[in-house]
């Protein structure tokens, strides 16, 4: 009996000392570290401040009928235009002018909605008087001059151009011969080349046109060796057509450079 009671008593002692032992204390798991988030700045993006490198006009004067040269350069430019009739140019380069006086050119450099400009200035002055015998023109020589003025060929433009086509250079060979055969017959004739559009864009954008038109006939005819005092351009952009229906073979007729005999 006694022997039981100490077993219990041990069972007993036993189960009281291990509901004495402590938990070890669970430490806290750790937040997981979250990855730091990248910031995107909306920053303005830069504009590129167009400028002009150089303009200029070579020579700065000349007599009326002779060429000057304009050059320009430009930098971070999306457009460049000059006035006085030329137009949209390539961001540097030159051209060949022919101005009848005094003329100021201005030239525009474009980056979205900033820009630069820079302008030039051309005296012109009028040539010296030559005192030279002019030979009397006879019957025969001014038969032969109106002969050679009908066979004169206009010189047609593609829509919204002034560059010369195939068909163009050709007549423009064909009537540089015949220039040069008339102004041989009778040294008092000269010549306006009058351009020409067609009736579509408004009337201030079609007068320059018409007159880079001119120009461009103007300056292959010297270049194929008409006398350049012989010649004189003129614009009548729309204002002067010479079929007035609306269709595409109309406008092409309006489309033109056209030869003129002036005393």
């Given amino acids: 009996m006694r022997r039981t009671q100490l077993v219990v008593l041990a069972i007993a002692l036993a189960f009281t000392a291990a509901c004495k032992k402590k938990t070890a204390p669970v430490a806290p798991q750790a937040a997981p570290v979250k990855e730091a988030s990248t910031v995107q700045l909306n920053r303005p993006a830069l504009t590129a401040t167009p400028r002009i490198d150089s303009f200029t006009a070579e020579p700065a004067r000349v007599e009326r009928g002779q060429a000057i040269t304009l050059r320009w350069a430009t930098t971070n430019a999306e457009t460049v235009t000059i006035d006085q009739g030329v137009g949209t140019?390539?961001?540097?380069?030159?051209?060949?002018?022919?101005?009848?006086?005094?003329?100021?050119?201005?030239?525009?450099?474009?980056?979205?909605?900033?820009s630069d400009t820079r302008t030039v200035t051309v005296e012109v002055t009028a040539p010296r008087p030559v005192e030279t015998a002019k030979p009397p023109v006879t019957q025969d020589s001014a038969a032969l001059v109106r002969e050679l003025t009908s066979q004169l060929q206009d010189i047609y433009f593609d829509y919204d151009m002034s560059d010369l086509r195939d068909d163009s250079r050709r007549a423009v060979n064909t009537d540089a011969d015949l220039l040069k055969r008339i102004f041989a017959a009778d040294a008092r004739v000269n010549f306006v080349i009058e351009g020409h559009a067609d009736e579509r864009g408004s009337a201030e954008y079609n007068l320059g046109l018409a007159d880079r038109r001119a120009l461009?006939?103007?300056?292959?005819?010297?270049?194929?060796?008409?006398?350049?005092?012989?010649?004189r351009t003129i614009s009548f952009g729309?204002?002067?057509?010479?079929?007035?229906?609306?269709?595409?073979?109309?406008?092409?007729?309006?489309?033109r450079a056209h030869l003129s005999q002036v005393q």
């Fill in 89 to 114: 140019v390539t961001a540097s380069g030159n051209r060949q002018l022919f101005p009848t006086a005094t003329t100021t050119y201005a030239i525009i450099a474009r980056h979205g909605t900033l």
């Fill in 238 to 255: 729309e204002e002067a057509p010479v079929c007035r229906e609306s269709n595409e073979a109309c406008w092409q007729r309006n489309r």
């Fill in 216 to 231: 461009v006939a103007r300056d292959a005819l010297v270049q194929l060796g008409v006398p350049s005092n012989r010649l």
